[in-house]
Structures are given as C-alpha cells and as structure tokens.
C-alpha cells in the first residue's frame, strides 16, 4: 500500500516568499503531523491534527507558520515571508490514531535564499 | 521538559562487529520510546516501540530494549546495508494537547565498512 507522501520533494524560494507544503497521508490514518528537521539534528514537533482540526500546534515557532487538513485528509503547511533560518527538512507523518505509531513521508526539503 | 539524548554521535565499526547505541531520556511519564532508521535524503523509517521497562524487541540484526532511564539498540553482527543514522523518540503520558507528539534525540549516524 501506498505510504505518506510529500510534495514538492525539494523547493528553493527567495526570502519574503510564500511557500505551501503538501502531504498526503496513509489512507484511513486520522492523526497528522508535521516535523521539521535541521542537519544533523532529530525532527522537531511542529502541529498535530486529529481529523480536521489542530489539535496541538505548540510547536509552530510564529505566526508566520500555519497548517490546515480541511477535509481530514490531506494537509498542507504555508510558510509567510518566508526567512534564510526556516530552510530544513519539513516531514510529515500519520498515525492510525494519536497513540499509535507514527510513519513518516521522504520531506520536503525547502531552501530559503 | 522531556529531553532524549542518544550517544555517540557516530559510530564506525566493520562487518560482522556487534555494538549498542544508546538512547536517555527524561519524560514526565512514558507512553512509549520509539526506535526509527534513517538513510540519507529519506523520511525516518519505523522500526520498534517500546513501552514499559524490561520490554525487549528484535528485528533481524537489532534488538532493542528498555529501562526506566534509558534504551539500548543492539545490533548484531552488522552488515554494511544497516548504515544509517538512528533516531530514538519517546511521548509523555499527558492529558489534552502535547500528548501524541514525538520528541526526538538527534541521532547517531552508524556506519558499517565491509
């Protein structure tokens, strides 16, 4: 079967750009989440959605970061005015369900210049 | 605040060498610890979760096990196609928001020479 999937795989934007991220998750899972991972570093809580609403997004570092799973099914994470530090590895994951294991898509490399 | 620290950072050994990696955490209760794989430019790749101390699980060349301070991935007889880097994630038993996130270590990135 098919597992979480991320488009675009890579994006390079310029500063002050908007940016949209999407994924796809495993089909019949009700949990999302986003990640993000720096070089050399462990990924790093963004937002967690159960069905259509955000349930956690703690982990959003400002308000120029925001995350949306309108119909409890595919996601898509917008990044505003985009800066140099928000370039990483975006990664997204679905659970079955909140407790469960979580799998993860191949990310999003995105590159801010 | 739930910490994750895995050590070494790297780790270099041949074909046929067994060694362990190491995984401490800190949490406010645990629901569980979960071990992934990683290869270069992919998504991290399940491998086990472990949820109460003195839990034990394996999966080819690797077992994993539990404490109530920390986990060890053992890895037997290593091949060089289990290069990879290794994350440990653990989640808090928690009430209402925070509850289903995975907080990460940063990895240790093995490496296996033939």
């Known amino acids: 079967g098919a597992g979480v999937s991320q488009t675009p795989s890579n994006k390079v934007t310029e500063k002050g750009k908007y940016v949209e991220l999407r994924c796809d998750p495993i089909s019949g899972h009700t949990a999302l989440y986003w990640y993000r991972q720096s070089l050399g570093q462990g990924p790093e809580f963004l937002i967690y959605f159960q069905g259509t609403g955000a349930a956690d997004d703690s982990g959003l570092p400002n308000d120029r970061f925001f995350a949306v799973r309108p119909e409890g099914s595919v996601s898509t994470l917008k990044i505003q005015r985009t800066e140099r530090g928000d370039s990483a590895v975006y990664l997204c994951?679905?659970?079955?369900?909140?407790?469960?294991?979580?799998?993860f898509g191949p990310g999003t490399r995105l590159t801010v210049l | 605040e739930d910490q994750v620290t895995q050590s070494p950072e790297a780790l270099r050994l041949q074909e046929g060498e067994s060694s362990s990696l190491n995984c401490s955490y800190t949490?406010?209760?645990?629901?569980?610890l979960f071990w992934y794989r990683q290869d270069p430019g992919k998504g991290p790749e399940f491998l086990f979760t472990?949820?109460?101390a003195g839990e034990e699980k394996e999966k080819e060349r690797l077992k994993a096990t539990l404490t109530k301070k920390e986990s060890f991935l053992h890895i037997t007889a290593p091949k060089p196609e289990d290069s990879a880097t290794y994350l440990c994630a653990v989640q808090a038993i928690l009430s209402g928001a925070g509850a289903q996130k995975l907080v990460f270590g940063q990895g240790t990135r093995l490496t296996i020479n033939p």
């Open positions: 994951a679905s659970s079955l369900g909140p407790n469960n294991e979580q799998f």
């Open positions: 949490v406010s209760g645990l629901r569980g």
């Open positions: 472990l949820y109460s």
